[in-house]
């Protein structure tokens, strides 16, 4: 249950080309402006409901997505699920325009934030019930197995996520039945406003898949590629189908748990201290100098951008609303 | 050009608050995460970030100023080497960018037409062709020849539960498909409904066409949060991307001498949830036909069983292909002196009671719902527009309705 963490140890960072590396910044890039967007739009009221920010969390997202077969691997996650959308590449407009609940949004405006799907993508949601996901994950993973198509499923949850007890009944039924899942825990350190202290009897949660016998990995959710790494072990396991395995990947959010979130539970230091010092882009921005590329090349991206979200929030705040009758539709598929 | 900060909503519900304090002066310089102010709120004060690079021009509402409205321009950003153009200290933010409505939204108080779309025409029972051959079934044989016809049919149809493959079933009904389709498509889980069925969930998601038996419905409010969260709505919040064609089903309702945690009756639970189809047939040729169609259905479907139906014999049509509508009651007994609506056993109780009706007199209508979610009020009234009288029997519960001419009337079940 150790073998691929002491597989990984032996080369913990991936390396990459500096067009891949250039790729991932961008992504991480992407997400971090958006979501400061979504932030501003959340506070002047276009967007209501939940919004849950992803800002801090970026590489983790993009790190395993990048290790991904495209149209052949399931994704599937919570409600803090902005991130995961924007690592496949889709269009920011859609994304901002499902927050401020348009028709033109990727949910047709009658998800929201919480519940963005892209079946187009394989991408499964964007669920607002803690831990449902996992369980809905091993069924995404049963139905790769059982159609043979060389697939897997990857299913985040959080640390809070990771006490539910559907998660354990799913981790013994993935090792059972050895389903091609890859259980990803987002251990940002709290669940909420309850640190993984206060809530948590153990907080290693990559021991956690230890009574069903599913190897762990403990991977620095802060360095993209780190975390590339990471999913290359991993992924290789259970493409080879050896059943599942629970990565935990520790990170950190600079927001709230949501935006009505008054984060009193830390400290401003605390967080201050994980942005100066294991900000994922500044660390893959680094990477990028030693790799030799220009600074001016880099602010140029920031620039290009910062003008795409410009542009999804000027779409999202002009493009207009489902019709009424949007109310009636989708509850059924058939009609009887 | 120079960023106007507006005061932002820290709540969905917040229409204004206190500018507290502000962190910042004018000419600090601030950049993406500085905290620029304290917000307070009646229920928290929370801090104001910057997301932007820039100078802080100008600081229009002053700390400690209450009742700042959402949406207030409350300072200014100038950006690199610009300068300041102060607004007007107060002022809302502009037109075009506080409303989230469009030009569509109506103006007048009139009310909009809400278009619903057109219900479907009222399906009806196929026709049984003459000279078609009639065996005797029990409900349990029906019910496993379902699974297994559907199964041949289409290879993206499986069953899971427990001891559903090597122990034939709790109680039988699967008897037999382990050894015809095999072990990847008999499964058997252990004893974890919230997981089997959110697994059973997500394989429908995934495209295949799970049915999940649970041993009982009781055991079901395990996984219940699956059949109403997961199934029922995800199709409907991702504007119709998720589709869960996954069939729950299982014995529901009143065994013998079981005790309470083993005898409740789920069907008004899981009637009242939009997006779920809730099927309760009573005679073996409504459960062959109705989950069929259940297997066929893209919705998800709850088809609630009765133990104590399971061994009575009904004859069935024998025909390649007989599927039943959804949504669609059956008059099981005709009748003009009062109509008994029911479903599942209480069918069999409604039809000895119009028999006990009939020796005083009395002719009664039976209504076999057959589906509880569509209800299929079209029958139920034309019924009662027959007789005048109504009475139904929810299992062992009787409700009475009144008809648009004579009193109630209440007949015991």
């Known amino acids: ?6 597989r990984f140890e032996q080369d913990r960072r991936f390396k990459p080309d500096t067009e891949l590396l250039q790729h991932l910044y961008e992504q991480m890039l992407l997400i971090r402006r958006f979501e400061e967007k979504a932030g501003q739009l959340y506070g002047l009221g276009l967007i209501g409901g939940f919004c849950h920010l992803y800002i801090g969390q970026e590489a983790v997202a993009v790190g395993l997505q990048s290790a991904l077969q495209e149209g052949k691997d399931s994704v599937i996650t919570g409600y803090r699920d902005h991130g995961h959308m924007l690592a496949y590449g889709i269009d920011p407009k859609i994304i901002m325009a499902e927050l401020t609940g348009r028709a033109a ?34 069924g995404l993973a049963f139905a790769h197995k059982y159609r043979q198509d060389g697939g897997l499923c990857l299913a985040y949850f959080g640390d809070g996520a990771a006490n539910q007890g559907q998660v354990y009944e799913t981790m013994n039924m993935a090792a059972l039945w050895k389903l091609p899942i890859v259980f990803v825990v987002e251990n940002n350190q709290y669940a909420m406003g309850t640190s993984v202290k206060r809530s948590s009897a153990e907080t290693e949660f990559h021991r956690r898949g230890t009574a069903f016998r599913i190897p762990g990995m403990d991977v620095n959710g802060m360095d993209v590629l780190e975390v590339r790494q990471s999913a290359e072990v ?57 790799m030799g590329v220009d600074e001016d090349e880099l602010k140029d991206i920031d620039k290009r951008i910062k003008a795409q979200v410009a542009e999804a929030a000027e779409f999202a705040e002009n493009s207009p609303l489902p019709a009424e009758s949007e109310l009636y539709t989708d509850v059924l598929v058939g009609s009887y | 050009m120079p960023i106007e900060l507006k005061m932002p909503a820290l709540s969905p519900t917040m229409e204004e608050g206190t500018l507290a304090k502000w962190l910042v002066k004018e000419g ?29 021009g100008k600081i229009l509402v002053p700390e400690g100023s209450e009742g700042v409205k959402v949406g207030t321009v409350i300072a200014v950003l100038a950006g690199e080497g610009e300068d300041v153009i102060p607004a007007k200290a107060g002022t809302s933010s502009s037109e075009n960018e506080s409303s989230g409505k469009t030009d569509e939204a109506p103006a007048s108080a009139g009310v909009t037409e809400v278009v619903k779309p057109a219900p479907a025409a009222p399906a009806t029972d196929p026709a049984i062709p003459a000279g078609t051959n009639i065996v005797k079934l029990t409900v349990r044989e029906a019910l496993r020849d379902a699974m297994a016809e559907e199964m041949r049919r289409d290879e993206r149809v499986f069953v899971m539960g427990e001891e559903v493959a ?119 040729s409504d459960a062959k036909g109705l ?23 009904f004859e069935v049509a024998q025909l390649d292909d007989h599927v039943l509508p959804i949504g669609k009651a059956r008059i099981v007994r005709e009748g003009s002196d009062v109509t008994i609506v029911a479903y599942s056993i209480a069918v069999g109780l409604a039809l000895d009671a119009a028999e006990t009706l009939a020796g005083e007199g009395i002719e009664a209508e039976v209504v076999d719902l ?38 109630a009337s209440r007949v015991g079940a």
């Open chain 1, 1 to 6: 249950m150790r073998s691929l963490q002491e």
């Open chain 1, 105 to 138: 949004g990727i949910s047709r405006g009658k998800g929201g934030s919480m519940h963005m799907f892209s079946t187009e993508h394989a991408f499964y949601g964007g669920h607002g019930i803690v831990g449902a996901q996992v369980s809905l994950g091993g």
């Open chain 1, 234 to 290: 991993a992924f290789a396991h259970v493409r080879e189908g050896n059943g599942p395995v629970l990565m935990e990947l520790n990170t950190y959010r600079y927001r709230g748990h949501s935006m009505s979130d008054p984060a009193k539970y830390r400290t401003r230091e605390e967080v201050q201290g994980v942005r100066d010092t294991s900000d994922p882009i500044e660390g893959a921005k680094a990477d990028l100098l030693k």
């Open chain 2, 28 to 56: 600090d310089a601030v950049s993406s995460g500085t905290v620029l102010a304290e917000i307070e709120t009646d229920k928290a004060t929370m801090e104001f970030e910057s997301i932007d690079e820039g100078t802080v």
């Open chain 2, 166 to 284: 090597e122990y034939q079933g709790a109680y039988k009904v699967t008897q037999g498909l382990l050894e015809e389709f095999g072990p990847g498509r008999v499964v058997d889980t252990p004893i974890t409904e919230y997981g089997f069925a959110g697994i059973g969930t997500g394989a429908a998601m995934g495209g295949l066409r799970p049915v999940v038996e649970f041993m009982t419905f009781n055991f079901a409010m395990q996984a219940i949060e699956h059949i109403v969260n997961s199934a029922a709505k995800t199709n409907y919040m991702s504007g119709g991307q998720m589709r869960c064609p996954v069939v729950f089903r299982g014995p529901n309702g009143a065994a013998s001498r079981v005790g309470a945690q083993h005898s409740q009756n789920y069907g008004p639970w899981y009637a009242s949830v939009p997006g779920l189809i809730v099927i309760a047939p009573y005679d073996a």
């Open chain 2, 291 to 313: 989950l069929k169609a259940a297997i066929r259905s893209e919705d998800p479907v709850v088809f609630l069983e009765n133990e104590l139906v399971y061994g009575r014999t």
């Open chain 2, 370 to 407: 057959r589906t509880l979610r569509p209800l299929d009020k079209d029958t139920i009234l034309a019924s009662l527009a027959k007789t005048n009288y109504m009475s139904g029997g929810q299992m062992r519960c009787p409700v009475v309705f009144r008809g648009p001419n004579g009193a």
